[in-house]
Every structure is written in structure tokens, then in C-alpha cells.
């Protein structure tokens, strides 16, 4: 899909994608109805976004033709649809730089972006698709945490495996700590909720299903806070845990998840020269291009007068991009409207066969 030449020794590509959300998935979608390539960046060890860190197994309504459908299923079949497209992600990288190649007029490619592991990626325009911006798990602030981060304490899933048959304590009272309590019960020795408070930020129907279970002695569901992390050997052996009934417990574990929720990075956006408007990129809305001629931004990420922050937005939002970046890449010639019932052309970029006749 990419080309490499003598003098440049990073990935070459048409697009860069700055994130790896529905949106961004749907962006490969659209450029490739186009013919045009991608390459898609995100700061997160996996593809989803927000979608896929924070609600895993929360119903949504409102995408069209899908009366319920939850975020997972959403991603994988948004990545599904990509797939004829051949995108290449690269994946827990962060763009620290987006610089622009013009001094050279004869240079094809644009953008310089560099991520805070050393890739090197030349576009030829680039669709900032990035939510609400660059996100970091809030951390737990418990001293001693540091050095058994990603050892027992872990604050993103990668593998179920890694937790099987463990004893789990899991922090947080959102969508992301009770869906992974879910679960993770199947396939934990115990698993043990806590959170601050007894009011959840979780679905509804998520936390009745944990009651149900912790009826069953399935689960534990505990309210209060960790104030020590209990360690022997430099290996972490029990909580202390501060309950707002004044009682203090120790609870043993083998492995600590926290989902506290993730925090957005956001300078960067002001350091590559984009305009903003309350920390969302000004965008024309005939073009989806922003202050910076050749970047485009879609989704959360961008605003413009009655913006929504809507997946289905930011699926015609894509769609309306994928057109102009067809045209800017084609000196502005007219960009033709392919429908996929019945363009032979879209048919050959899917890599399907339809009989029209």
C-alpha cells in the first residue's frame, strides 16, 4: 500500500488519519471510494477510540439501518468495511509533529508527521479524526503505583488472557469499569468493583446487571477509596481501602484494572498552527479543511455553527471530506458522485463482483 524511496526512509501514503474512532474508520472508507490510500494513526493501543475505551458494550440507537447495536460490533464492522481499502495502522503513536514539505515544489507529498516513537510518514493531505483529541487514562494517585504499572496494575485491556483465573480488583464507576466487570467475571477467579461513591456514571443496565450478579455472589460491589497500595517483594498483595462508613478494609488481589476515564491532550492542536474555537478545529463546511490548507478535521474534533457531536455526523462529515480531498489532490477538477449500487469503478476498489443486469 505504501512506498518507500531511497531518500526518504519513513512510509509514504496519500492521507494520514489522525485517529482510529468510528469516524476515522469511516474516513478510510470514503478515501478509498476515492482511490486514495491511508494510513491511520492513533495514540491508543488498538483501533475504536473512545467508542472502544470507554463504553465496550454499551448499546447505541442512532446509527441508521441499526436499531441497536454496541460499540464493539460498531468498530469491528466499520473496520470490516475498511478492509477492501488495505489501511495501515499504525497503532499507540502519538503525532508530536506535523510539519509542512512545501519549500520543495516539486515534492508530491506535503506533510512531514512524526509520532513520539520515531515513525516518520509522508501525506499528501492530512484528516485530523481524533475525537475529542489525544487521550491518556486518568491515573490512580496512590504512591508506590508507578512501578507495577503494566506488571499489576493496568489501566487499558489487551488481553483477557493476561487476567484469566486472577483475583481482579477493578477501580471506577463508569461504563468502561462495569463493562469490563462483566467481563472480565468470566474468565476471573473473583473480580471486585470499587468505586468513590454509590452514584454510577455506568449504563443503567450495566450496574443491575453487576447487583444481580454480586446477589449471586458472582462479584463484589464496594464503595470507598484505595489509600495504600500493600506490597511484599516488590509484588502488590492487598488494598487498603477507606470506606465512607469509617471502616477500613484490606482486600487481596493479584492484578488492579483502573478506569478512571481518559484525559484529553489537546495542545498540540495549537502548536500546528490550526484555528480553534473552545479546543475544536474551525472548519469550512464545504470542504471540512481547516485554517491549514491540506489539513482536514472531522468528527469531535472539529466545530462550525451548529456543530453536533454525533457518530452519524461525523460519517457525513467524512464523506463530505473524502470528496474534497479528491478534488485538491486532482488540481480541483470535478469529482465524480460513484454509487456503489452501480459504478463499475467502486465495484473494482471494493473488490466485488455485482451483476447489474
Given at each position: ?37 491511508a494510513v491511520v494513526i ?26 441497536q447495536i454496541n460499540a ?286
Amino acid at each position: 500500500m505504501t512506498s518507500i524511496n531511497n531518500s526518504f526512509s519513513g512510509t509514504e501514503t496519500d492521507v494520514v488519519i489522525i485517529g482510529a474512532g468510528p469516524v476515522g474508520l469511516f474516513q478510510v472508507f470514503e478515501l478509498g471510494l476515492q482511490g486514495i490510500k491511508a494510513v491511520v494513526i492513533d495514540s491508543l493501543p488498538h483501533i475504536g477510540g473512545q467508542c472502544r475505551e470507554l463504553y465496550p458494550q454499551k448499546p447505541i440507537f442512532d446509527i441508521p439501518a441499526l436499531p441497536q447495536i454496541n460499540a464493539l460490533e460498531l468498530i469491528d464492522n466499520l473496520a470490516q468495511q475498511a478492509s477492501p481499502f488495505d489501511p495501515e495502522y499504525l497503532l499507540d503513536n502519538r503525532v508530536v509533529a506535523i510539519k509542512r514539505l512545501e519549500q520543495d515544489k516539486s515534492l508530491e507529498h506535503k506533510f512531514l508527521l512524526i509520532t513520539d516513537k520515531g515513525k516518520h510518514i509522508r501525506a499528501k493531505a492530512v484528516i485530523i479524526a481524533a475525537g475529542g483529541g489525544s487521550f491518556e487514562p486518568v491515573k490512580l494517585k496512590v504512591p508506590g503505583v508507578e512501578p507495577l504499572v503494566d506488571k499489576q496494575v493496568f489501566y487499558r485491556i489487551k488481553d483477557l488472557k493476561q487476567h484469566q483465573d486472577k483475583d481482579l480488583v477493578i477501580l471506577g464507576g463508569g461504563d468502561s469499569a462495569f463493562d469490563w466487570a462483566l467481563e472480565l467475571q468470566k474468565v476471573a477467579n473473583s473480580v471486585t468493583l470499587i468505586h468513590r461513591s454509590s452514584k454510577y456514571r455506568a449504563a443503567q443496565s450495566s450496574v443491575q446487571l453487576v447487583e444481580n450478579l454480586c446477589s449471586k455472589l458472582k462479584m463484589q460491589l464496594l464503595t470507598g477509596q484505595v489509600t495504600e497500595l500493600i506490597t511484599e517483594n516488590n509484588t502488590l498483595k492487598q488494598l487498603r481501602v477507606s470506606g465512607k462508613d469509617g471502616v477500613t478494609r484490606r482486600i487481596e488481589l493479584d492484578q488492579l484494572l483502573v478506569f478512571f476515564g481518559l484525559s484529553p491532550k489537546l495542545s498540540l492542536l495549537k502548536d500546528w498552527g490550526l484555528e480553534l474555537h473552545h479546543n475544536q478545529i474551525k472548519v469550512n463546511t464545504e470542504t471540512f479543511e481547516t485554517s491549514q490548507p491540506g489539513i482536514y478535521a472531522v468528527g469531535d474534533i472539529n466545530w462550525y455553527p451548529g456543530k453536533q457531536k454525533l457518530i452519524l455526523s461525523g460519517f457525513h462529515e467524512a464523506a463530505l471530506a473524502a470528496f474534497a480531498v479528491k478534488s485538491a489532490l486532482t488540481e480541483g477538477k470535478r469529482v465524480p458522485l460513484l454509487y456503489t449500487t452501480t459504478s463499475p469503478i467502486a465495484h473494482q476498489r471494493l473488490g466485488v463482483s455485482v451483476d447489474l443486469y
